[in-house]
């Protein structure tokens, strides 16, 4: 499973869910992409926890010599699931400003399959994308099919033209947990194109309530 890739320059936000009562399919991938990363020399940055997907690719980037950094809120540290062993462990007042942090210090994002949390993290990347605020990289890692049919109903806020079809090139489905890491090891950003079909017209802002 060594993968030839050197990301010692790089700290990568990892995505997961916190569930114990997964497949065992889940946990492999998790584990598998710990221990790339833990060999590839980068940093983990994840959401702090010993439990479900966030313990399993702790554990195994630890394991391979890597660093890993947790940031958890303190209301979520205080129910005693925080990883007592990482590299670092922040404790935040709450989850707006855990995810600031998990996005400020990432060089790039990698979504594992998740809940209401994990997609909430990733979407807000992605909307952040979309709006130019960054143009590193993003990987949903799509274990078994999970994220099918998300895909779908990405595909048909395109067709439906909520979106522009290029908005789906933000960002790379990988099939393992290898195809993930490469992608960012190799990653060049593209020219960035306004999210609108039509752009806004300034002078208008003054009819529309709270604009000012």
Known sequence: MNLPLDLHDK?????CASSTALAPVYFEAARELGTLLGQSGATLVYGGTNIGLMGAIAEAALSAGGRVV?????LLNQAGIAHPDLTELILTDGMRERKT???ERADGFITLPGGYGTLEEIFEILTLRQLG???KPIVILNTNDYYGP???QLRSATEQH???PDNLSYFHLATTP????????TYQPGPFDPKWF???NPARREEVPGSE
Do not use: C, N, R, S
């Not at 947790?70 to 303190?74: C, D, K, L, S, T």
């Not at 290898?178 to 090891?185: F, S």
């Open 178 to 185: 290898a195809d993930a890491l490469e992608y960012i090891a």
């Open 150 to 152: 998300l895909l779908a």
């Open 11 to 15: 700290t990568i936000t990892v995505y």
């Open 198 to 200: 039509v752009p806004p």
């Open 101 to 103: 942090i998990m996005e």
């Open 133 to 135: 605020y960054h143009q």
């Open 162 to 164: 909520f979106m522009k």
């Open 70 to 74: 947790g940031v958890i809120p303190a």
